[in-house]
Structures are given as structure tokens and as C-alpha cells.
């Protein structure tokens, strides 16, 4: 089943529900769609569980609103979601940018709705580099990111597919022209200024005291091959922060362990919502 619904300022957004048991809410990455999140889908649904998943604004087959391109404003829209469809007791699963969207919404919204939570090569705590972290990425990459971007999207977003994000550019890795399609798509889905804001909500959102307000059994997921959120300043920063997280590190792993860590991930995924 796939459904739309209205947020409070007017924004149309997208989601799916698939199944039926306990529910598992998924937040995809840029510049992405729930579509990224259907083999995960798939099988946690075909196992017992309510999988649902929204295009965030400005992403997939939702509203492209000019305004609300950020962390806080993501949070907000996905926390109506979950009382637009009563849900409680959710596993919330994010992925990349998607990471940074449950981090924030635990952090504006508490736990009351929520289980667990499980953040799979998520951008928190921040990605950019600055004095606090300083381990970070320099904002000249995501400088470079956005003149690529409006100088020609389209390129760029196969750029991105067909290299770094599958980590099709390392040697010996097997190449699937389906899957670069796949998010090549997915990419020109999204509302151009919509794409071009989560730039800055993705790089520069600091999800330090967000990630010290969990208080849910927290599984942190993240390949020590990501090329695009490097697990250094990424996960092993964030496994310090939330209590008691679990940190599974996939030997190899790409930014995209749906895809091509798919069989490993599900299998952690069912195990930790049964847990």
C-alpha cells in the first residue's frame, strides 16, 4: 500500500506500508526516495514486520516545497508521519542522510514512539569539518559537491553512482549498470533546490547532543570502505555518543550496504528487530 499525506505547512509527502506486525520506519539518503529501501522492505515485511517508508520532501513522488529543506523541518514531517498513522514502538532505520534525519527526530521528538533505532552509514554526528570535529571532511568537498551539482545535476549524480557511492571504483568491484541507473533516477526524482539545500542539511547539521538524547537500543551499521561518509568521523564517533550502541563494522563495506552488502544487512536487520 502507498499512500500521501499533508504536513502542517502544506507539503504533500509519499509513503509506502508494507506488511503488517511491529513497525519499521525507514529514512532514505540523498538524493534518494524510500525507493532505495525496497530489498529491506521486502524481506523484513515478508518476515513479520510493518515497513514504512516516505520520499522526504522535496525527494521521490513528494511535494518539492521551495521552503523546509533541512534537519529540523525532516524530523518534523517524519514525526507527523508516525502520528498521521498512529504507529508506536517503531524500530527507525536510517540510512546516510536518512541517519541524520532519526538522529534529529529523537532529538526534537524523544522515544515515546519509538523502540530502536538503527543508523546504517549515517552521516552523524557532523560531517563537515570544524574545530569541534576536526576530523571532519573540509566544506571545500561539499563546495565542490554544490558548483558540480548546478553546473550539471544530471552528471553529477551519475558521477556519484557510478564511482563513490557502490564503491564501483575500486578495483575488482562488480559493476551493475541497473543499480547506477537505479539511483541515477531516483537522483532526477528530486526537486532541484530541494537537492541542492540537503547538501548544506546533510553536511553541516551537527547531531551531537541529538545521538546523547538516545535512549533506545541503538545499532550503528557502517562499511570501513565508505567512500562517501568515511567511518572515522562518522560511526565510531557516534558509538561514543549514544549509550550502549552496538557498532557492526561490514570489512569492505560501501555507502551502500542495502545494495551491495544486501544479503549481511537484512539478515542484521530482521535479527535486531526480533531482538
Avoid at 530489498?39 to 513522488?61: E, K, P, T, V, Y
Avoid at 536510517?94 to 543508523?119: P, Q
Wanted: hydrophobic share 35%.
Amino acid at each position: 500500500m502507498s499512500n500521501t499525506f499533508t504536513t502542517s505547512d502544506g507539503t504533500q509527502i509519499y509513503y509506502k506500508d508494507w506488511g503488517s506486525g511491529p513497525v519499521v520506519s525507514f529514512s532514505h539518503g540523498w538524493p534518494l526516495s524510500s525507493d532505495a529501501w525496497e530489498a529491506q522492505m521486502f524481506h523484513l515485511a515478508s518476515n513479520g514486520f510493518r515497513c514504512i517508508a516516505h520520499d522526504r520532501r522535496g525527494h521521490g513522488r513528494s511535494s518539492q516545497p521551495w521552503n523546509g529543506n533541512e534537519m529540523d523541518t525532516y524530523a518534523d514531517d517524519l514525526a507527523q508521519l508516525f502520528e498521521h498513522l498512529g504507529v508506536k514502538d517503531v524500530m527507525m532505520v536510517g540510512h546516510s542522510t536518512g541517519g541524520g534525519e532519526v538522529a534529529r527526530y529523537i532529538g526534537r521528538h524523544g522515544s515515546s514512539r519509538v523502540a530502536k533505532a538503527v543508523l546504517v552509514g549515517a552521516v552523524p554526528p557532523i560531517m563537515v569539518r570544524t574545530a569541534e570535529n576536526p576530523g571532519g571532511l573540509p566544506m571545500e568537498v561539499f563546495d565542490g559537491f554544490r558548483k558540480a551539482y548546478l553546473q550539471d545535476r544530471a552528471q553529477f549524480f551519475l558521477d556519484v553512482a557510478s564511482g563513490p557511492f557502490y564503491g564501483f571504483n575500486r578495483p575488482g568491484a562488480k559493476v551493475s549498470q541497473g543499480l547506477i541507473q537505479s539511483w541515477w533516477t531516483q537522483g532526477m526524482m528530486s526537486g532541484h533546490k530541494n537537492a541542492y539545500d540537503c547538501i548544506k542539511a546533510f553536511s553541516e547539521t551537527d547531531f551531537t547532543e541529538d545521538l546523547k538524547r538516545f535512549d533506545v537500543p541503538t545499532l550503528i551499521v557502517h562499511g570501513d570502505d565508505d567512500q562517501i561518509v568515511p567511518i572515522d568521523a562518522s560511526a565510531r564517533l557516534s558509538a561514543t555518543l549514544v549509550p550502549d550502541a552496538e557498532l557492526k563494522i561490514y570489512p569492505g563495506g560501501t555507502h551502500s550496504l542495502g545494495d551491495t552488502s544486501k544479503d549481511q544487512l537484512n539478515a542484521d536487520l530482521l535479527a535486531f528487530a526480533r531482538s
